[in-house]
């Protein structure tokens, strides 16, 4: 049970009601995501990198939520001038700085998505999908078109896109809640579902994906899901109408990973088709 329920069920509660009535609000959705099959349905070395050129590309756009929050609250231009509240400031400034360069298991710092590609590499996962898009967001293509051209799997470009119009379209409640109730809350019980399965495998080759995982767990739970949930307080307030806003924005972020672990489980069955009809036309060569 994560944070958030725990306190969500308890009258004595640390949470705010506004927090608590948001959390019960979108209870459909948040145990549809955390009960979804994928956890459960990799079965195979070659099935786990199916999984993970899928969803490095949600380790990716979450950085970019992550920043934009960070220049909406905080000053990020030169010459600096003070922004915003300074409780906020240090909530999401204290999120980018462990999100962007935490502790790496080898003695150095790593951003997380540094340290999902180093997994991704010792798995054996492809990267070159999510490489050329890298190198053409260095080049200044836009989003868009990086999306679309650097060969990632279809449910990873809607995921991507569907991110970015909330980045660009989204006032500050949403894009907050976007990322609270659609990133932070759900992580850890997601992410404690599938670390079972992949322990199972007793594989040396996972043990980076294994650290991942865990830290994703330890951090999201203790530290950044109660920062967000603290963030998301101040910046509703008493206002009604963002408090309605961000409840849509945080359905609109779940549904959205929904979308994704359903690509991943269409393509975890097409990989399965593919290698039974392979070995039903070895037999018959």
């Not at 600096?80 to 300074?86: I, R, Y």
């Not at 896109?161 to 660009?168: L, P, V």
Request: glycine share 6%; proline share 3%.
């Amino acid at each position: 049970m994560s944070l958030w329920t725990a306190d969500a069920n308890r009258a004595d509660g640390k949470l705010s009601d506004p927090i608590k009535r948001l959390i019960q609000s979108i209870q459909d959705e948040r145990k549809a995501l955390v009960a979804h099959p994928v956890y459960t349905e990799i079965r195979s070395p070659d099935e786990l990198c199916i999984f993970m050129q899928h969803h490095v590309f949600a380790v990716w756009d979450f950085m970019s939520l992550l920043k934009s929050l960070q220049r909406m609250l905080s000053c990020v231009e030169v010459p600096w001038v003070p922004k915003g509240d300074p409780n906020i400031r240090r909530l999401v400034n204290d999120i980018v700085m462990s999100e962007e360069s935490d502790e790496a298991g080898n003695g150095s710092y790593s951003s997380h998505f540094e340290l999902y590609l180093d997994a991704m590499h010792q798995v054996g996962a492809n990267t070159g999908a999510i490489d050329d898009f890298i190198a053409r967001i260095r080049r200044n293509e836009s989003v868009e078109r990086a999306i679309g051209c650097c060969g990632a799997p279809s449910g990873a470009r809607r995921f991507v896109e569907t991110t970015f119009s909330i980045i660009k379209s989204g006032a500050l409640h949403q894009i907050a809640a976007c990322f609270a109730f659609g990133r932070e809350d759900v992580v850890p019980d997601m992410f404690r579902n599938l670390v079972v399965e992949v322990r199972n495998s007793n594989s040396a080759r996972l043990d980076r994906f294994i650290y991942y995982l865990d830290r994703h767990i330890e951090v999201d739970s203790d530290d950044h899901g109660p920062m967000a949930f603290d963030m998301i307080k101040r910046i509703c307030g008493n206002d009604a109408r963002k408090w309605t806003e961000a409840q849509e924005a945080a359905v609109f972020g779940i549904r959205s990973r929904l979308k994704l672990w359903d690509s991943v489980l269409d393509a975890l069955k097409e990989h399965r088709f593919a290698a039974l009809g392979a070995v039903t036309g070895n037999r018959h060569a």
